[in-house]
Nanobody, 128 residues
Framework: QVQLIEAGGGLVQAGGSLRLSCEAS????????MGWFRQGPGQEREFVAV????????DYAGAVKDRVGISRDNVKNTVYLQLNSLKPEDTAVYFC?????????????????????WGQGTQVTVAS
């Protein structure tokens, strides 16, 4: 059983930056494809970014791809999400998720069902 603990959320002014982290325990971290999702007030959870086992492959939601960066450190068992040029509409709870996959088809990772384990989330609030 993998446990995921997010950190790094908080209150930031529009235009600011945050770096979220998600530390995994209880599994072999480099066996997991890692994703970030977010859920804004009154909204459904949506895909933000994904990174493959080695970190060489990434993908982003179109709405954030110019402002977000995902990375991972397989020694520290941690995945990161860099959020830049934040906007009030980025206000959400940000979740990391882990998928135990040895293979996947392109775009399968957009779906929540692709992931096996989820963190509790970290709140990001962007003030205008």
């Amino acid at each position: 059983q993998v446990q995921l603990i997010e950190a790094g959320g908080g209150l930031v002014q529009a235009g600011g930056s945050l770096r979220l982290s998600c530390e995994a325990s209880g599994g072999t971290f480099n066996h997991y494809v890692m994703g970030w999702f977010r859920q804004g007030p009154g909204q459904e959870r949506e895909f933000v970014a994904v990174i493959n086992w080695s970190g060489a492959g990434t993908d982003y939601a179109g709405a954030v791809k110019d402002r977000v960066g995902i990375s991972r450190d397989n020694v520290k068992n941690t995945v990161y999400l860099q959020l830049n040029s934040l906007k009030p509409e980025d206000t959400a709870v940000y979740f990391c998720a882990a998928a135990d996959r040895t293979y996947y088809e392109s775009t399968a990772y957009f779906a929540e069902t692709f992931y096996d384990f989820w963190g509790q989330g970290t709140q990001v609030t962007v003030a205008s």
